[in-house]
Every structure is written in C-alpha cells, then in structure tokens.
C-alpha cells in the first residue's frame, strides 16, 4: 500500500530556489511545447516566432516595453500582498478604478490647468481610485471573514459593468458620433511618448521607482518586518502585536494603487479616452499575478519577470498572425506557466515521499 506523507521543509537555500524555478520553467516550457505540437505546430518554430516577434526586432522590443509597463507597476504591488498571503485576484479592476477616476480628473479640469499640475492630479486620483477598490476586500476579510479570493474577483466585474455603464451612459463622448466613448482627453491630460514608440516614459519611470520603493518598505522597513511576518507566521504576528487590520489595508491601498497608476498610463498615455474595459486592459491584472510568481513575490525582480511575460503577450499576436492559432494561445501559455510555478513553489516548501506499507492480514 502507498501512502503520500507531505511535511515542511526545515529549510531552503537560495541555490535550491532558484534551481527550483528553472526546473518550474522548464517543465511549464515542455508542457506547452507538447500543446502547440497537439495543435499541429512545430513547437520549436512557434518559441521562435513568439521571441523573435517580441525581442527580435527594435520595433518588437518597443512594444514589449509598453505592455511591461503595467505588468511591473501591478507585479509589484501584487507582489506585496502576496508576501502577506492575501490574495489579490481583483488587480484587474483596481486598474479599471484608476482609469475611471484618472479619466475623470483630466476631462474636468484638464482643459483649465497645465500639464505639469494635471498629470500629477491624474495619477493621484488613479492612486486613490485603485487604493479605494482594493480596501473593500480588505475590510470585508478582516471584519467580516469573507474571502479575499471570491470578494476581489467579483469585483473584476463590477468594475468592468460599471465602466460600461459610464461609456455608453453618463460619460458617452459628444464627439465620438455614438460611439461608447468618452471624449478625448485634453493635449495636457495625455502623456508624452519616446520618439517612434508607444512608450509613454512617465509611467514607465513610476514603475521602476514603484517597484523599487516597494522593495525597500518590504525588506528595510518595520511595516514591511509586519508585511513579511503576517505572511510566514500569523500566530507569530498576533503574538508579537501586529495590528492586523491596519495593515492589511495598508497593503491592499499599495497594491490597489499602483494598479489605479497602471490605470491611468492606459488610459492618457495609450488610449487618449476611456472605453471598453477589455480594451484599456488586455488582462493585464491576471497576467500581473503569473509575473509576481515568476518573480518570487520580490518587487524587483517584478522588472524581469514583467518584461518576459510582456514579450510573451507581443509575441502572441505575432504567433496568431503567422501560425494562424487561436487569441486564447496566450492565456493558456500563460496559465499553463502559473500552474507550474505554484507547483514549484509547494515542493520548494515540503517534502513529498512515497512510503511503502504492508497492511496487517486479519
């Protein structure tokens, strides 16, 4: 008779963390290659077509480094919750949020002040906008016990139907002849763009700072001290005298607002007006949560992680183009990857064995 006996391991190194994620890698890699080849194409040729397309040409890399903009600016919040072992499914909607309150603040008052006052308000308000829809959950976890996990993905759809509802409601644009769109944001409530790219640098340099900032709370910081042990050892925490809901909200208005900054870089820096949900985000909220794993919940290595998973994205249009395969490719590249890094992660933390026993005769 087998018996599957599971127990914590004492003890990880760095060397076997991190041999622990490439073998994670490789086998999400090998169990996607055998999907393309079930699909009838060469998984060989298809890993090249999604590479090349996003870091082989100047024109692939530009576009890599828009779509990693809010992947690092949501990884890395999300990377902090995380680590206190609450689970954020709801990035998506935060930066919905931020786009909502970003749009609003620069259709208001964008036409009345200068862009070097406007932008800021914009992306304070997104801030304030994605810190508010990442409160809620806190509170309905710590005062009501409800899940974070049911709690945050419902809220994915109550934002995206109320986003609708302003589009084609109340915030419908006059000059877009009736079509579900806000009006185009004033010249100074845009961001800027490098030369030839979509790349609007202003989010791009509050992503990185985010990110680093974050690390430094996380790992040099008395909340971050909080942040570590509520995640690692809860008991400890209560024990220690940790103010539980002080800090969970805490967490969640970080992670929820620089979601709501991703938000508002969609919106002013690519999209110029507000419309579809699924159209200001190309699931970048999901995605986000796949590039804290691959980035071991460390905020900076959210830079990294965030790049691949962009070039991922890049190079899923470019594979539906020449291969001819389906727009879902990527979601279950990406879902096959999130599988194997959990995977990893728990035999990281336990030692599985297969015991051997032979059952008493009666």
Known sequence: ????????????????????????????????????????????????????????????????????????????????????????????????????FGTWVGLSWGPHLPSFIIVPLMFLAGFAGGALWGVIPAVLKIKYAINEVISTLMMNYICAEFMIFLIVGPWKGKTKFGFPYTDDLPATATLGLLPGSRIHYVTLLLAILSVVLLAVVLYKTRFGY?????????????????????????????????????????????????????????????????????????????????????GILVGGDAIQISLGLPAATVEIFNGTLLVFLIMGDFFLKHRVRLLWSNPKKT
């Open 1 to 100: 008779m087998i018996k599957i006996d599971v127990t914590d391991r004492i003890k990880t190194t760095p060397k076997t963390s991190v041999l622990t994620l490439l073998v994670s890698l490789g086998a999400g890699m090998t169990t996607i290659g055998l999907i393309f080849l079930l699909s009838g194409v060469n998984p060989f040729f298809a890993f090249y077509k999604i590479f090349s397309g996003s870091f082989g040409s100047f024109y692939g890399i530009k576009e890599t480094i828009t779509k990693a903009i809010p992947l690092i600016l949501i990884g890395g919040g999300l990377a902090m919750a995380f680590r206190a072992k609450f689970w954020n499914i709801g990035a998506e909607s935060q930066l919905l949020m931020g786009a909502i």
């Open 226 to 310: 909080e942040v570590r042990v509520i995640g690692e050892n809860p008991e400890a925490g209560k024990y220690a005298g940790i103010d539980f809901f002080k800090t969970t909200l805490i967490i969640m208005a970080i992670s929820g607002g620089v979601a709501g900054l991703a938000g508002v870089g969609e919106a002013a820096g690519i999209h110029h007006y507000l419309s579809y949900p699924d159209s200001i985000s190309s699931g970048y909220g999901y995605t986000a949560i796949i590039v804290a794993w691959l980035a071991k919940l460390n905020p900076l290595f959210v830079i990294l992680s965030g790049l691949f998973f962009a």
